[in-house]
């Protein structure tokens, strides 16, 4: 209600009272707990500090950017690991399949094209003999897998007739049947087509080495 000059009564701010009495409450509180300090390990490098707030996790500025920087590795690595996890057996068959064709184009580097015998300009492709789609079971094998020309993989499709010429003026006529006769299925798992991965990783930079 107005008084009698027209004008409301001033009241009362009981939003600020009740700010008044929780910071009072809090200065009790903190009065009844003190933060008493005691040596901690630093999360970002290890030594013992003495925290100046109770939530302190690192000893200085430089450690807490560190920390930080700790903290995205570790979440990009279990993002990797997720990833990793995630794939299925095709998608690690085609990546190991890199690291073994790799390895092949570096074994056969000094060597001609299988199959038409010319050293190529352009291209050089690790062309199976037989072929990835009739015979699964060897796409991982580098007996089957050799360094051939971009147009005898592509554009003759392989060069099936040449490719077995060049393996028997290679390699004899008793490696070529026993390889056309190997029809022994392979059923990997994740764990050891991963491990094909890592060896011809490690042979290719071996071989590199070898090179150089």
Sequence with gaps: MADRDGKRPQQIGVTGAGCVFRNAFFVWIAALNPFNPKPRSCKACSKPFVPTKPMQAVCSPRCAVKKVRQDKAEERA???TRKEKALTLSQRRARAQVQVNAYVRLRDAD???ISCGRFHEGQWHAGHYRSRGSALHLSLDPRN???QCAPCNTHLHGNAIGFRAGLIARYGQPFVEELE?????RQYTAEQI???KDEYRVKT???MKERE
């Excluded at 006769?181 to 299925?185: I, K, Q, R, S």
């Design 78 to 80: 279990k993002v990797k």
């Design 111 to 113: 060597l001609p094209c």
């Design 145 to 147: 897998i050799h360094r």
């Design 181 to 185: 006769a190997d029809n022994t299925l």
């Design 194 to 196: 991963d491990a094909i």
């Design 205 to 207: 930079k071996q071989l």
